[in-house]
């Protein structure tokens, strides 16, 4: 669970590159400089789930975790978030809006290099949000830029871009911390992207091993590390054992069961990142009976949210009230704690006329938990007489059926704006529970529409509709965990569960 997800979207773009192994000089296009060449040492190796559809392409819509973790080391965004959630600017410096916010100037960091010893410009960032923009690329991000009027994005000098809006947008600056929004060279991408980040392609075959090389003209501070290598596991089985038999140096997923079996072993830490990473229910409201809000009531009743974070997390987790967290600024909103009422469950169904209501759930198993939770959720509703299978698929099958499973094991990594316009806002790729409430997103228009002094009120006026006619059951708020070898120094944990993209201070001793 190394990567920050919009949750589970469709697959409709593959790039040309899948399958093949691509060297060096195709992609990195430039030597390290020989000033920095001894300048740090040492391959950190990084066990990771298996993805046979990948690409190197940032902006593709069918992003796996690995994918996603092998984006945040070569390119970047304009902000970014820190290992504690806090704003940081990366590629740009400020943005400043106009007096309706319906117009925003980013100004760039200067003496920003690519990977291919090119300079990072604004016409960069104009091809890169040209090609972010266009509905025709399928692209991952498109949803959280839709705001942007695509003929009004102009280059004003090398260092300064001019973004104007179809209407106004508060939050412009936070969306571009998503791992989805990265800027690329203009021209390179799909086929051969080319980035700023800190590490550059060596080699890359898809579904099996990426080889990347620290870049020695990195603008930021240079990794300490000389390479990294992510090296593909059929399960997160597969990944401990490579662990224990010192083929990796981390495995990037790990079941609780796993991470407590593998610790105190063969000289193995645990790095445990605790944060608002969700796995939850999602329940289809165009399918019947889950577009009875008394139906998906009930079943939120059902679930003992102390039992799902004992057994299907290992006490790796938190009760949650299912809503989304809001941000680090934003107390949670004054609202009871839902807990298990068999009763009351058994009352809501009865009205509903669904007292012998009888579903599946359906999950790839791709995440560590998802399969556990679905199986505690099951052994809950047993016990007001609700029958509840467990429908593990596989990974192709999932994503070809997206938005179509009446229920369904989905994830959340995002901070909350960008949650809410990806996965709660009507007709969005993301939103596979098909839910509309009018009143839900007059709010979300208020909120992109506020000074951030506004934004917590409203956020939790939003967070009272999702816990009182939401389409998911949020019981807990999940840790990742990422068990490691002790010779690993530097890992730090991350509260968006994606600590294996910090990886400045690390290193790997003998």
């Known amino acids: 669970m190394s990567g920050a997800s919009t949750g589970r979207l469709p697959v409709r773009l593959l790039a040309a590159a899948t399958g093949a192994a691509l060297t060096a000089s195709a992609l990195v296009g430039c030597a390290p400089s020989d000033r920095s060449r001894g300048a740090g040492s040492g391959t950190l190796r990084i066990a990771a789930s298996t993805d046979a559809g990948e690409s190197l392409n940032p902006y593709a819509s069918n992003q796996s975790p690995t994918q996603e973790l092998r984006s945040s080391l070569l390119y970047e965004g304009l902000t970014a978030l820190s290992p504690t959630g806090e704003f940081e600017w990366r590629l740009a410096t400020d943005m400043t809006p106009n007096a309706d916010l319906t117009e925003w100037t980013i100004k760039l960091r200067p003496g920003v290099t690519f990977t291919d010893g090119s300079p990072f410009t604004s016409a960069d960032v104009v091809a890169s949000i040209a090609y972010l923009r266009d509905p025709e690329h399928a ?97 997160q089985q597969a990944q401990a054992n490579a662990l224990l038999s010192n083929e990796v140096d981390v495995a990037s997923g790990a079941t609780p069961a796993i991470a407590k079996s593998l610790g105190g072993k063969d000289d193995l830490k645990l790095l445990d990142s605790k944060g608002d990473f969700t796995l939850r229910i999602g329940l289809n409201t165009a399918v019947a009976p889950f577009d009875d809000v008394r139906v998906r009531q009930a079943l939120r009743l059902l679930v003992d949210r102390r039992q799902v974070v004992s057994n299907a997390f290992g006490g790796y987790a938190r009760v949650a009230n299912d809503h989304e967290a809001g941000t680090p600024q934003c107390p949670a909103p004054d ?176």
């Open 335 to 510: 609202m009871p704690q839902r807990t298990q009422d068999i009763a009351q469950a058994k009352k809501l169904l009865a009205d509903a006329g669904q007292s012998d209501l009888s579903f599946s759930i359906a999950t790839d198993g791709l995440l560590p938990g998802m399969q556990e939770l679905a199986q505690v959720f099951a052994e809950n509703a047993a016990k007001a007489g609700v029958k509840v299978a467990v429908n593990v698929v596989t990974p192709q099958e999932f994503l070809s059926k997206w938005g179509k499973w009446p229920v369904f094991i989905d994830f959340n990594t995002l901070p909350y704006l960008p949650y809410v316009i990806t996965s709660l806002l009507p007709r969005r790729v993301a939103n596979a529970a098909h839910w509309e409430n009018s009143e839900f997103a007059d709010l979300a228009g208020k909120l992109f529409a506020a000074p951030e002094q506004r934004q917590c009120s409203i956020m939790n006026q939003m967070h009272k509709i999702e816990y009182e006619q939401g389409p998911m059951i949020t019981p807990a708020f999940a840790n990742v965990l990422l068990p490691y070898r002790s010779k690993v120094h530097g890992l730090v944990p991350d509260v968006s569960g994606r600590p294996l993209t910090f990886l400045t201070n690390v290193t790997v001793g003998s």
């Open 139 to 235: 692209v991952q991000g498109l949803a959280l830029i839709e705001m942007i009027d695509p003929g009004k994005v102009k280059a004003v000098d090398d260092l300064t871009v001019r973004v104007g809006l179809s209407k106004p947008f508060g939050p412009f600056k936070d969306i571009w911390a998503n791992v989805f929004l990265p800027m690329t060279k203009a021209g390179s991408a799909p086929a051969k992207p080319i980035g700023t980040g800190p590490f550059a392609v060596k080699a890359f075959t898809a579904g099996r091993q990426s080889s990347l090389n620290r870049f020695d003209r990195y603008w930021g501070t240079r990794p300490k590390l000389g390479a990294v290598e992510i090296i593909e596991y059929q399960s």
